[in-house]
């Protein structure tokens, strides 16, 4: 069964850290570029940052502007998990966070790349 699973999501101070986690079951991520969106109550959902397969290596990444400098995307093939890395969060980063697999292209322009979909962690920023 193909499945997505992300974790590490939770509440954190603003200038706080998480790292999430998109753990995959069923397929080896490194063949699917792998890319995370998330989605504020009220709000559409977006792309955070994407990461290319193992067709294109070394691995691209890109990342939404207002994350650039703080999120970092990362794969440990050996656990068949992709990360990402939350630095220096803001009230603004609240969302729930979801990770996306596909092979048609590592964007973080338009969803409709993706064939697979986790359910999402939350993430709260607040003092």
């Known amino acids: 069964q193909v499945q997505l699973v992300e974790s590490g999501g939770g509440l954190v101070q603003p200038g706080g850290s998480l790292r999430l986690s998109c753990a995959a079951s069923g397929f080896t991520l490194d063949y699917y570029n792998i890319a995370w969106f998330r989605q504020a109550p009220g709000k559409e959902r977006e792309g955070v940052s994407c990461?290319?397969?193992?067709?294109?290596?070394?691995?691209?990444?890109y990342y939404l502007d207002s994350v650039k400098g703080r999120f970092t995307i990362s794969r440990d093939n050996a656990k068949n998990t992709v990360y990402l890395q939350m630095n220096n969060l803001k009230p603004e980063d609240t969302a729930v966070y979801s990770c996306?697999?596909?092979?048609?292209?590592?964007?973080?322009?338009?969803?409709?790349?993706?064939?697979?979909w986790g359910q999402g962690t939350q993430v709260a920023v607040s003092s």
């Open positions: 990461i290319s397969s193992r067709d294109r290596r070394p691995y691209y990444a």
């Open positions: 996306a697999a596909g092979t048609k292209g590592c964007t973080i322009s338009g969803q409709y790349e993706f064939d697979y």
